[in-house]
């Protein structure tokens, strides 16, 4: 098995063990999420490589990051979090590089994600319906223009943006090189009404 059927298959049994968890049968799943039936199934036996767009759809459809499909098991989570054992993923679509950052044991309290985009890439996510989390994205090098429900933010190095994952999403890297950015998720603040 090669790293990636293992990553697809590592992803499938963690999709599966937190619908699971969650008591969604698939065709539940399928309906919170939007992804078919047959698509949930073949992802949960990691008989196909998922795109990150597919990823934050079932995300979205268990209330979850994505950063929650990468954390290792509870009974294996440290407070540190080596990077030579932080999960890779690359997205089969854009090719965007994905490393979780964070240990497990900081899962719930802020998700760190180091993300490589490569030249040319456009990375869209369509809005996560709850809006659980508040995303910031701190641009490390390279070029990207973030946009959100369609307003455009070119970033430069150093910049920094907050937004909440309530509307779609767009990661463009319009430059020559790999853009390499860190995404830190958080729960959302809860507001009083």
């Given at each position: 098995m090669d790293a990636t059927e293992t990553i697809d298959a590592e992803l499938g049994a963690r999709i599966k063990a937190l619908r699971g968890q969650m008591r969604l049968t698939i065709d539940q799943?399928?309906?919170a999420s939007g992804v078919s039936r047959a698509m949930i199934s073949r992802i949960e036996r990691g008989e196909s490589s998922a795109t990150a767009q597919l990823l934050n759809r079932l995300c979205a459809g268990l209330g979850v990051s994505l950063s929650t499909l990468f954390a290792p098991p509870a009974p294996t989570a440290s407070p540190l979090a080596r990077r030579a054992g932080q999960p890779l993923w690359r997205d089969p679509g854009?090719?965007?590089?994905?490393?979780?950052v964070s240990p497990a044991t900081a899962s719930g309290i802020v998700d760190l994600v180091e993300v490589e985009l490569p030249?040319?890439?456009?990375?869209p996510f369509e809005s996560q319906a709850s809006a659980a989390f508040d995303q910031l994205v701190f641009l490390q090098r390279?070029?990207?223009?973030?946009?959100v429900d369609e307003q455009a933010f070119p970033l430069e190095p150093g910049d920094c943006l907050h937004m909440?994952?309530?509307?779609?999403?767009?990661?463009?890297?319009?430059?020559?090189?790999?853009a390499h950015y860190f995404v830190i998720l958080v729960p959302a603040r809860q507001v009083p009404r």
């Open positions: 799943l399928a309906v854009s090719g965007y590089l994905r490393r979780s030249a040319g890439a456009l990375l390279g070029a990207l223009t973030m946009t909440q994952l309530d509307k779609p999403l767009m990661f463009h890297n319009p430059g020559s090189e790999p």
